[in-house]
Antibody
């Protein structure tokens, strides 16, 4: 079945970098826009970033603009989120999401903890 | 940036009773193409969110027909005709008209 599996999370010090990956399977990845959505511990959902199906258009939340970079490799069905200059408030569960009609397929998420 | 406001934030409902969640946007979510870019999600405890309603009133695949979405312009409603134990969780609206996409604060539904 359609599946998104995130990886790359971990514990990192403030100011450092981390790269998240999302492996897609059982659907034509190259046809769909992709998103990252995050959730701080005990908090609500926050949209982080969007990339078009072909990678030509990228959008970011103001809270991550200039620090995070979204990208994709349609040859390997993988979505990425390069996170730099990490802050404590970036701590949370990061979901990879595909969108056809709405944000309709979600991964289980990977946890990022920014702490010294 | 569009601001999304949900109410109530907590919603206790008896089994079999209806439930209604409101979502208000700071500007119209009606696109020039005629579609309303408002989605609804449910996040059950310990799970990833999943899509319930897209484009204001369209049920996502596999969503029971007791869930319905309505509204226009800036005021939207998610209705559950008969609440069951499986509906417990936090419901979010989200505007997808323009970036940054914005979620509402969430409405926690519990069974009385």
């Amino acid at each position: 079945q359609v599946q998104l599996v995130e990886s790359g999370g971990g514990v990192v010090q403030p100011g450092k970098s981390l790269r998240l990956s999302c492996a897609a399977s059982a659907f034509t990845f190259a046809n769909y826009a992709m998103h990252w959505v995050r959730q701080a511990p005990g908090k609500g959902l926050e949209w982080v970033s969007l990339i078009s199906f072909d990678g030509n258009e990228k959008y970011y939340a103001d809270s991550v603009k200039g620090r995070f970079t979204i990208s994709r490799d349609n040859s390997t069905n993988t979505l990425f989120l390069q996170m730099s200059s990490l802050r404590r408030e970036d701590t949370g569960l990061y979901f990879c999401v595909s969108s056809s009609f709405g944000l309709d397929v979600w991964g289980l998420g990977t946890t990022v903890t920014v702490s010294s | 940036e569009i601001v999304m406001t949900q109410s109530p934030l907590s919603l206790p409902v008896a089994p079999g009773e209806p439930a209604s969640i409101s979502c208000r946007s700071s500007q119209s979510l009606l696109h020039s193409n005629g579609y309303i870019y408002l989605d609804w999600f449910l996040q059950k405890p310990g799970q990833s969110p999943h899509l319930l309603i897209y484009l204001g009133s369209n049920r996502a695949s596999g969503v029971p027909d007791r869930f319905s979405g309505s509204g226009s312009g800036t005021i939207f409603t998610l209705n559950i005709s008969r609440v069951g134990a499986e509906d417990v969780g936090t419901y979010y609206c989200m505007q997808a008209l323009q970036t940054p996409y914005i979620f509402g604060q969430g409405t926690r539904l519990e069974i009385k």
